[in-house]
């Protein structure tokens, strides 16, 4: 083992539905405006877009049940997401093996600085500072494929104290998970312990201190948080 200079930091887990093993995260891929209603209500047309990619930071994924309200905005939204996690990777991976690389899946949300986001869009910056700050990925723990079937279809929802905000399906992904992976390996060679947020349906709103929010898709325990 080499002698680091200081401190190795920690790498960040998840834990395992039925497993008293975790899940290592390497990295976190998030895919833009993935359902055509979201384009739609974000100003955008489906029809004529490429998929697009982002990334949070493997330790903005977060299991406690609390979203901190973050600092420097006064505007944050949620996104409901289906989590897919890698248990092995490569690159240029065809669609018709890519679920073959999946380990299991999640209930999320990429929670989002829309004031912040809105103006480094309109700046031409990157995206960071209103995506991948601490615990802006709220997270459920894993269920692993061997748990079920892959899923591509299902109700997928949001409500922000006991009122529906968010609703759609997965079948509605303009991208489907076979191709996300095999889109993102042709730019990154993927790997064991990636973990990819699929895109949010229509509906996204903002929080306050105090709010609770529950997300659920179809077949999975459903993620509750609180903002604080």
């Given at each position: 083992?080499?002698?680091?200079v200081?401190?190795?930091?920690?790498?960040?887990?998840l834990p395992v539905?039925?497993?008293?093993a975790v899940?290592?995260?390497?990295?976190?891929?998030?895919?833009?405006r993935?359902y055509?209603?979201?384009?739609?209500e974000?100003?955008?047309?489906?029809?004529?877009?490429a998929?697009f990619?982002f990334q949070k930071?493997p330790?903005n994924?977060?299991?406690?049940?609390s979203?901190?309200y973050?600092?420097?905005?006064?505007n944050?939204?949620h996104?409901?997401?289906?989590?897919?996690?890698?248990k092995?990777g490569?690159r240029?991976?065809?669609v018709?093996?890519?679920l073959?690389h999946?380990?299991g899946y999640?209930?999320?949300?990429?929670?989002?600085?829309?004031?912040?986001?809105?103006?480094a869009?309109?700046?031409?910056?990157p995206w960071?500072?209103?995506?991948?700050?601490?615990?802006?990925a709220?997270?459920?723990?894993?269920v692993?494929?061997?748990?079920?079937?892959?899923p591509?279809?299902?109700?997928?929802t949001?409500?922000?104290n006991?009122?529906v905000?968010?609703?759609g399906?997965?079948?509605?992904?303009i991208?489907?998970?076979?191709?996300?992976i095999?889109?993102?390996?042709?730019?990154f060679?993927?790997?064991a312990?990636d973990?990819i947020l699929?895109?949010?349906?229509?509906?996204?709103?903002p929080?306050?201190?105090?709010?609770r929010?529950?997300?659920r898709?179809?077949?999975f325990?459903?993620?509750?948080v609180?903002?604080?």
């Open positions: 083992m080499p002698e680091f200081i401190e190795a930091p920690q790498v960040p887990t539905s039925g497993s008293s899940f290592p995260v390497r990295r976190v891929y998030c895919i833009g993935n055509a209603a979201h384009a739609v974000m100003g955008h047309d489906p029809d004529k877009e998929p990619f930071n330790n994924l977060s299991i406690s049940g979203f901190p973050p600092p420097k905005t006064e944050v939204h996104e409901i997401e289906l989590a897919v996690a890698l092995s490569g240029n991976i065809p018709d093996s890519a073959d999946v380990f999640a209930v999320a949300l990429d929670m989002t600085r829309r004031d912040l986001q809105g103006e869009k309109k700046a031409g910056r960071e500072v209103g995506k991948a700050f601490e615990d802006s709220p997270i459920t723990p894993l692993p494929v061997a748990s079920g079937a892959h591509d279809h299902g109700a997928i949001l409500a922000v006991g009122s905000k968010q609703e399906d997965l079948n509605q992904m991208w489907k998970v076979p191709e996300m095999s889109y993102l390996s042709d730019f060679e993927l790997s312990g973990v699929t895109g949010t349906p229509s509906g996204v709103g929080v306050e201190r105090g709010d929010l529950e997300g898709i179809d077949g325990d459903p993620l509750n609180k903002v604080v």
